[in-house]
């Protein structure tokens, strides 16, 4: 069973900095693109950042978000400084063209 499953998580102070990793298990994911994803309370999914050939963020993260993937562990990690309360969500871990996500890992930024 292919699943990708995130942790790193949790409650920080705006202005902080935590690290959300992403582990894939069943097959690797090596030849996809893979991106993070999240959803706000009461807001849709959005794009976070996509790694492939290249790195890609949405505008609200430039700046202050690196995603990163070690091929030979099979993971994705995402880097997240300067956190500010607008960056609380679920964060998922996404395969989009395999359509596979993750369970999701909370990130609220709250003093």
């Known amino acids: 069973q292919v699943q990708l499953i995130e942790s790193g998580g949790g409650l920080v102070e705006p202005g902080g900095s935590l690290r959300l990793s992403c582990v894939a298990s069943?097959?690797?994911?090596?030849?996809?693109?893979m991106a993070w994803f999240r959803q706000a309370p009461g807001k849709e999914r959005e794009y976070v950042a996509a790694t492939f050939r290249g790195t890609f963020y949405t505008d609200s993260v430039k700046d202050r978000f690196t995603i990163s993937r070690d091929n030979a562990k099979n993971t994705v990690d995402l880097q997240m400084d300067s956190l500010r309360p607008d960056d609380t969500a679920v964060y998922f871990c996404?395969?989009?063209?395999?359509?596979?996500w993750g369970q999701g890992t909370q990130v609220t930024v709250s003093s």
């Open positions: 069943g097959r690797t994911f090596n030849d996809y693109p």
């Open positions: 996404v395969c989009p063209l395999r359509n596979i």
